[in-house]
């Protein structure tokens, strides 16, 4: 089917963005030099649920360019660069995405992205997983594995595993340190601030600050806002990471008690209704709610909107929601992911090691075809140090090595 996008005439514009992008991807300047033109990927077909954002586009390209056909579909209904989308179109990639599709509209995307029955399924957030193996089962015999890029996503794909219905193997691209820690943690952490920032314009030093969860991304966050000079609160469920929030310098209390007294709210969790009915009726006024999670599941919207006696639009992106007391709480990217709905996402620097790790692992499926259990895989170490060996060289970090003496120290078990 032919690509699916908003406005072609804005291809040019697109190829500047992922030009400027691969720019700032020295790691990609060298798979291009390695890879692309190589022919290595000729034969196979890629169906792609991703963020279409120019980083997505240098990553896409280069498949290409190494003889993939690849079906691309948004993976967020908010957070396609249209002119990313028109650029890759053009370039030759089955498109299916457009920034403001409806929610069966993203999944007629999804189905589209998914009839050219691909060798290889790469996924952010699970939705496209979820699919072949609900409702587009007759794709699945000609699938050899796929790649998961988030926490989420990779939490789905467990829980199919432990249930024995997963159906081809998956590597867990979110999981490994290359990904994990720099994505997750310095990406997030710097891109939410920036959506937020970008979508209400407001000064973040005074004020206060509730994230919700302390994981990487809320690390990410904690630590960002901190910086601009917010008083940072932290919510948590996991009692270690609790400790961790609060050796680290933050305050630690529960949501019940933190929404009397935030102005801003973060959520960072991956987990349904952290902010629900309850916090909303507790809110002070002028309360903003953000979201740095994948899925719009974090704050509860339905009650927010039900509890409401006006709804408007005061800010491209950000919402008021006016109560019957006069309180006013508002809410930014419709509660979706601040840092690609009011933002671009994360910078090219940190998708460089995300989508490294992708292209690896992609290779790796594919020179282990048949080899694999219908299980989900970390990425293999190998391919994790070799990401990181090549960013350090791209940013001319030079380190320093083992001597053969000390290799054996480290491999002997006497003193």
Same mark, same amino acid.
């Given at each position: @089917?032919?690509?699916?996008?908003?406005?072609?005439?804005?291809?040019?514009?697109?190829?500047?963005?992922?030009?400027?992008?691969?720019?700032?991807?020295?790691?990609?300047?060298?798979?291009?030099?390695?890879?692309?033109?190589?022919?290595?990927?000729?034969?196979?077909?890629?169906?792609?649920?991703?963020?279409?954002?120019?980083?997505?586009?240098?990553?896409?390209?280069?498949?290409?360019?190494?003889?993939?056909?690849?079906?691309?579909?948004?993976?967020?209904?908010?957070?396609?660069?249209?002119?990313?989308?028109?650029?890759?179109?053009?370039?030759?990639?089955?498109?299916?995405?457009?920034?403001?599709?409806?929610?069966?509209?993203?999944?007629?995307?999804?189905?589209?992205? /998914?009839?050219?029955?691909?060798?290889?399924?790469?996924?952010?957030?699970?939705?496209?997983?979820?699919?072949?193996?609900?409702?587009?089962?007759?794709?699945?015999?000609?699938?050899?594995?796929?790649?998961?890029?988030?926490?989420?996503?990779?939490?789905?794909?467990?829980? @199919?595993?432990?249930?024995?219905?997963?159906?081809?193997?998956?590597?867990?691209?979110?999981?490994?340190?290359?990904?994990?820690?720099?994505?997750?943690?310095?990406?997030?952490?710097?891109?939410?601030?920036?959506?937020?920032?970008?979508?209400?314009?407001?000064?973040?030093?005074?004020?206060?600050?509730?994230?919700?969860?302390?994981?990487?991304?809320?690390?990410?966050?904690?630590?960002?806002?901190?910086? #601009?000079?917010?008083?940072?609160?932290?919510?948590?469920?996991?009692?270690?990471?609790?400790?961790?929030?609060?050796?680290?310098?933050?305050?630690?209390?529960?949501?019940?008690?933190?929404?009397?007294?935030?102005?801003?709210?973060?959520?960072?969790?991956? @987990?349904?209704?952290?902010?629900?009915?309850?916090?909303?009726?507790?809110?002070?006024?002028?309360?903003?709610?953000?979201?740095?999670?994948?899925?719009?599941?974090?704050?509860?919207?339905?009650? /927010?909107?039900? @509890?409401?006696?006006?709804?408007?639009?005061?800010?491209?992106?950000?919402?008021?929601?006016?109560?019957?007391?006069?309180?006013?709480?508002?809410?930014?990217?419709?509660?979706?992911?601040?840092?690609?709905?009011?933002?671009?996402?994360?910078?090219?620097?940190?998708?460089?090691?995300?989508?490294?790790?992708?292209?690896?692992? #992609?290779?790796?499926?594919?020179?282990?075809?048949?080899? #694999?259990?219908?299980?989900?895989?970390?990425?293999?170490?190998?391919?994790?140090?070799?990401?990181?060996?090549?960013?350090?060289?791209?940013?001319?970090?030079?380190?320093?090595?083992?001597?053969?003496?000390?290799?054996?120290?480290?491999?002997?078990?006497?003193?």
């Amino acid at each position: @089917m032919p690509s699916i996008v908003k406005d072609m005439s804005l291809a040019g514009v697109g190829r500047k963005q992922v030009e400027w992008a691969l720019s700032f991807m020295p790691v990609f300047q060298v798979l291009y030099d390695e890879y692309g033109g190589s022919g290595k990927l000729s034969g196979v077909r890629v169906a792609a649920c991703l963020h279409v954002t120019k980083e997505t586009g240098v990553f896409i390209r280069l498949l290409h360019e190494m003889g993939a056909e690849v079906s691309l579909a948004a993976s967020n209904p908010l957070s396609t660069q249209d002119s990313v989308a028109a650029y890759l179109a053009n370039e030759g990639v089955n498109v299916y995405a457009w920034r403001g599709e409806s929610d069966v509209e993203y999944f007629e995307m999804l189905n589209n992205a /998914l009839d050219i029955n691909p060798h290889i399924v790469i996924d952010d957030g699970g939705d496209l997983h979820a699919l072949i193996h609900s409702k587009r089962s007759d794709v699945v015999p000609g699938i050899i594995g796929g790649t998961e890029e988030t926490t989420t996503g990779v939490i789905r794909l467990k829980a @199919m595993e432990k249930k024995g219905v997963l159906r081809y193997p998956v590597i867990a691209v979110n999981d490994t340190p290359t990904k994990r820690l720099f994505d997750n943690k310095y990406g997030t952490g710097q891109s939410a601030l920036d959506g937020l920032m970008r979508a209400t314009s407001i000064l973040i030093a005074g004020k206060r600050v509730v994230v919700a969860g302390y994981g990487y991304v809320g690390k990410g966050v904690a630590i960002r806002a901190r910086g #601009l000079g917010a008083k940072v609160i932290v919510t948590e469920v996991d009692p270690v990471k609790a400790i961790e929030a609060h050796l680290d310098g933050f305050e630690v209390m529960k949501m019940d008690d933190a929404v009397e007294l935030g102005d801003i709210f973060i959520t960072c969790t991956g @987990m349904k209704n952290v902010i629900g009915k309850r916090h909303l009726e507790r809110l002070r006024d002028g309360a903003i709610l953000a979201n740095a999670g994948h899925f719009n599941v974090e704050i509860d919207v339905d009650s /927010l909107k039900r @509890m409401a006696i006006s709804v408007r639009r005061v800010r491209d992106y950000v919402d008021e929601y006016r109560f019957p007391d006069g309180r006013r709480v508002y809410l930014v990217g419709e509660g979706r992911l601040v840092n690609l709905v009011a933002g671009e996402g994360h910078p090219p620097d940190i998708m460089m090691n995300s989508f490294a790790n992708q292209f690896f692992s #992609l290779l790796y499926l594919l020179d282990n075809e048949g080899r #694999l259990e219908n299980k989900v895989y970390n990425v293999p170490s190998e391919v994790d140090e070799r990401v990181a060996r090549y960013t350090l060289r791209g940013w001319n970090i030079e380190i320093d090595e083992l001597t053969p003496e000390q290799r054996e120290y480290k491999e002997s078990w006497l003193l």
